[in-house]
T-cell receptor, first 109, second 117 residues
Framework: GNSVTQMEGPVTLSEEAFLTINCTYT??????LFWYVQYPGEGLQLLLK?????DKGSNKGFEATYRKETTSFHLEKGSVQVSDSAVYFC????????FGAGTRLTVKP | KAGVTQTPRYLIKTRGQQVTLSCSPI?????VSWYQQTPGQGLQFLFE???????NKGNFPGRFSGRQFSNSRSEMNVSTLELGDSALYLC????????????????FGPGTRLTVL
């Protein structure tokens, strides 16, 4: 079946630090992959997505590359800001939607 | 375009009662999915409705049910509430069903926080 394994954290970084949140998946066929972000008291928002192997999704300085050979979709940002503090979810769509456990990121000034 | 709306935002019930939650998707979206979010289990898929038909169902007991109306609005019902049903229930809409092959962005509502006492 489909599943997503995500680095759980929590992750605490200083402003301008480099961020990596690891995500690997299990799926048959060719799933679409997503990163969603959840700010306090809100629902999830799509951050970026990739629909086929080697696609790179990017948005707001975040990026992730769909690696079929390693079944991974790691999220990266070169320089985080305090406003990036949130919970990040890796997800896949392949007949149904599966989400990772979420990674809480706190960025300190 | 208005976003996904969920009502009520907060709900307190007691064990054994039943509850109905409502979700209005973005105009033009025919797929509505429901999720349960808890600190211990994370985000778990409940079911998806597309054009009034249940397309997919997660691994939840039969106490959890849903339906979708012709205007794509959806309701989910939980009967015989248990303490463990306390959670944030999220609704998400998209243009197409996941069954179609994925790739469509889901737009989430703010959720309904259900507390069972």
């Amino acid at each position: 079946g489909n599943s997503v394994t995500q680095m759980e954290g929590p992750v605490t970084l200083s402003e301008e630090a480099f961020l990596t949140i690891n995500c690997t998946y299990t799926a048959t066929g060719y799933p679409s992959l997503f990163w969603y972000v959840q700010y306090p008291g809100e629902g999830l928002q799509l951050l970026l997505k990739a629909t086929k192997a080697d696609d790179k999704g990017s948005n707001k300085g975040f990026e992730a590359t769909y690696r079929k050979e390693t079944t991974s979709f790691h999220l990266e940002k070169g320089s985080v800001q305090v406003s990036d503090s949130a919970v990040y979810f890796c997800a896949l769509s392949n007949n149904d939607m599966r989400f990772g456990a979420g990674t809480r990121l706190t960025v300190k000034p | 375009k208005a976003g996904v709306t969920q009502t009520p935002r907060y709900l307190i019930k007691t064990r054994g009662q039943q509850v109905t939650l409502s979700c209005s998707p973005i105009s033009g979206h025919r797929s509505v999915s429901w999720y349960q979010q808890t600190p211990g289990q994370g985000l778990q898929f409940l079911f998806e409705y597309f054009s009034e038909t249940q397309r997919n169902k997660g691994n939840f007991p039969g106490r959890f049910s849903g339906r979708q109306f012709s205007n794509s609005r959806s309701e989910m019902n939980v009967s015989t509430l248990e303490l463990g049903d306390s959670a944030l229930y999220l609704c998400a809409s998209s243009e197409q069903s996941h069954k179609r092959g994925g790739g469509d962005e889901q737009f989430f509502g703010p959720g309904t926080r259900l507390t069972v006492l």
